[in-house]
């Protein structure tokens, strides 16, 4: 028998740490996307104005940061799921960040570390790797023996 330790709405502590650590993986989705469009220079909007102009730029952003939100609502939607015992919800998670792990490896095989490039090693954190630990975290979590009991009887249970 496996042994649970169980927080206070019946799940398991390792549920609730997947569900926090795919919050903080939306949440730094956010943050990396802000500060890659209008902080960190040169900026997504200053290479997007001077090849669409301004307008188009604004228009680009705007089409991008309401894919990002979308994106963010299904990404919330299925953790939500997941915290409550959907086990597809589960699955759903660890394809997607899986996913998002070979988009991270693909970048590797086409354009190296960056540290040697001009954008030097935080570029490479803060872009590629830094959303993905948390969401790598959460995974991990989802897929701990107690997770996986908590899984089985939500599943018996018909949730």
């Not at 469009?37 to 104005?49: I, Q, Y």
């Amino acid at each position: 028998m496996t042994d649970v330790t169980v927080g206070r709405a019946g799940r398991p502590r390792t549920v609730e740490a997947a569900f926090v650590l795919s919050l903080a993986a939306i949440a730094l989705q956010v943050v990396v996307w802000v500060l890659g469009s209008f902080v960190v220079s040169p900026t997504g909007f200053e290479e997007l104005r001077g090849e669409l102009g301004r307008d188009g730029a604004t228009r680009q952003l705007a089409v991008s940061a309401g894919f990002l939100a979308v994106l963010g609502a299904l990404w919330l939607l299925f953790c939500l799921r997941m915290r409550a015992g959907d086990g597809r919800a589960r699955i759903a998670l660890t394809v997607v960040g899986l996913l998002s792990g070979l988009f991270f490896l693909n970048t590797l095989s086409t354009d190296g570390f960056r540290w040697t490039a001009d954008g030097g090693i935080g570029d490479l954190l803060l872009t590629d790797v830094l959303p993905d630990l948390p969401a790598a975290g959460a995974i991990v979590m989802m897929f701990l023996p107690a997770s996986n009991a908590y899984f089985s009887a939500a599943r018996r249970e018909g949730r």
